[in-house]
């Protein structure tokens, strides 16, 4: 993928502004040594609503700008269950991350 090919991914998501934000603060993530973030993290570091950034986020995953991964806190505390897929449930939450192809665009590994 390209930059210019990024930004009309960006451009296509109808939230360019929101798009930008995510992808941009999934960069610091890798600076930072960090795997991704989390949607709650990512709400209330922007300041956009869940709403907004849910739809933002799927438009760059089809787009293969961004990979979700869907998880549920177990119930004792002891961690994240991973899920293959989102199955509808509203306990399940979402970690965004940037896919390969930006990660190897913006030359971090």
Do not use: P
């Amino acid at each position: 993928m390209t930059f210019t090919e990024l930004d009309v991914h960006i451009a296509e998501t109808g939230r360019r502004s929101l798009a930008t934000r995510l992808v941009f603060a999934l960069a610091d993530c890798l600076d930072a040594r960090i795997q991704g973030i989390d949607l709650d993290d990512f709400e209330q570091l922007s300041g956009y609503t869940r709403t907004n950034i849910r739809a933002a986020a799927s438009s760059l995953k089809d787009a293969g700008v961004i990979d979700i991964i869907y998880y549920r806190e177990s119930d004792d505390g002891s961690g994240r269950s991973v899920l293959a897929e989102s199955v509808g449930n509203r306990w399940v939450k979402q970690h965004y991350r940037l896919s390969r192809s930006i990660v190897e665009l913006f030359k971090r590994s």
